[in-house]
């Protein structure tokens, strides 16, 4: 689905959709984009953030919070911004968008874009192999193959970019990544991406696999390094440094 306010943006995103063989649907407005995902939920969303009435954030917000089928909180977005700034930017990651562009945009970065997402959510991988193993990290466990991450026993929902750090850190617990190595992880190498989006992912994890977001004791800070899942479990964890709080406003 298209959320985009400008049709003849609209229309050329959704030729090049279709030319890759996608059913797009389109609309120019937040409240149009809520009330057709709701009724009928699409594989992605390209969403635009500026747009009357409602915006894209607010659209994104909206979907995360859980205020619509179950299935949307980890339906894969795409936010497409005129704006430039790293904090705007920031921002919608923040809420819940997987990915991002800013205007004016090439349509191949963008069919990229798209094709990686897309691979990401349905789990299709480009080498044939076996199917992947079930990943554990002390209490906490990621099903790449179902695409489910539990904690305790506990569902736990992420955006796709959300499951693909915690799927790499699984697979090797106790492993120190920098942040380089996590963005490859979730986007690849792209030089549109500021390693800070990690932190953004890292904060919003810490909000859904801890007891204690602001004391972590699964995905721990390495201060100067980056970040590891410990495969201790949480009771008998601690920080490796003074508590982290919140990694994106301490410039970790």
């Known amino acids: 689905m298209v959320a985009e306010d400008d049709e003849k943006q609209a229309e050329l995103v959704r030729r090049y ?7 797009v649907a389109v609309v120019h407005d937040g409240i149009a984009a809520l009330r057709a995902v709701r009724n009928q939920p699409p594989d992605l969303l390209i969403l635009d953030v500026m747009m009357p009435g409602t915006d894209g954030l607010t659209v994104t917000r909206t979907l995360r919070n859980g205020d619509g089928p179950p299935e949307l909180t980890q339906l894969p977005i795409l936010m497409l911004t005129a704006r430039s700034t790293e904090d705007d930017l920031l921002t919608g990651l923040d809420l819940g968008a997987d990915d991002y562009l800013t205007k004016p945009y090439s349509p191949r970065e963008l069919m990229a874009r798209v094709r990686t997402l897309l691979r990401r959510a349905c789990g299709i991988h480009p080498q ?8 554990r990290a002390g209490d906490l466990v990621v099903d790449p193959l179902r695409h489910e991450v539990t904690v305790e026993g506990r569902p736990v929902d ?3 970019g959300e499951f693909d750090l915690l799927t790499a ?3 090797d617990p106790d492993r120190v990544f920098t942040r380089p190595q996590l963005l490859d992880r979730i ?3 792209s030089g549109y991406i500021s390693a800070r989006t990690v932190d953004v992912h890292v904060l919003n994890l810490r909000k859904k696999i801890e007891r204690d ?4 004791t699964r995905l721990l800070t390495i201060f100067g390094v980056g970040y590891k899942l410990t495969s201790a479990s949480s009771a008998a964890s601690t920080e490796a440094a003074p508590p982290a709080g919140d990694p994106v406003h301490r410039g970790a």
Do not use: N, Y
């Not at 959709?17 to 059913?23: A, F, K, Q, T, V």
């Not at 044939?128 to 990943?135: F, K, M, N, S, W």
């Not at 977001?213 to 972590?216: E, G, I, K, Q």
């Open 17 to 23: 959709l279709e030319r890759e063989g996608h059913s």
């Open 128 to 135: 044939p192999g076996p199917a992947p193993q079930v990943l």
């Open 158 to 160: 992420c955006t796709p």
């Open 169 to 171: 850190m699984a697979g």
């Open 187 to 189: 986007h690849g190498s």
């Open 213 to 216: 977001p602001r004391h972590p």
